[in-house]
């Protein structure tokens, strides 16, 4: 069974940064693809980051510059870190685990509870 828990969210001041953690259960973590999606009040959930599982990326383009998804095989890890953030990054952050490698598929049956990430002064 997959279990996917994040932490790191918080409040923050506009031009601040924080990382938020995924920690994954299961032994084969390295052979999926992760990401994280984000979900702000009265919108659709949307993908933020994904890397594949051999280690490429891709990034919304609200967020190239400013975040760095980035993973740890040894500890079954995921990480997004966030800098530079904006108001408009306030949302809650959910970690997703592909079906297989590659970014495609993402955005199914896998999700971590959400962590809320609130850019503030």
């Known amino acids: 069974q997959v279990q996917l828990v994040e932490s790191g969210g918080g409040l923050v001041q506009p031009g601040g940064s924080l990382r938020l953690s995924c920690a994954a259960s299961g032994s084969t973590f390295s052979i999926y693809a992760m990401g994280w999606y984000r979900q702000a009040p009265g919108k659709q959930r949307e993908l933020v980051a994904a890397i594949t599982s051999g280690g490429r990326s891709k990034y919304a383009e609200s967020v190239k510059g400013r975040f760095t998804i980035s993973r740890d095989n040894a500890t079954n890890t995921l990480y997004l870190q966030m800098n530079s953030l904006k108001p408009e990054d306030t949302a809650v952050y959910y970690c997703?685990?592909?079906?297989?490698?590659?970014?495609?598929?993402?955005?199914?049956?896998?999700w971590g509870q959400g962590a809320q990430v609130t850019v503030s002064s």
């Open positions: 997703n685990r592909g079906l297989y490698g590659s970014w495609s598929s993402l955005g199914y049956d896998y």
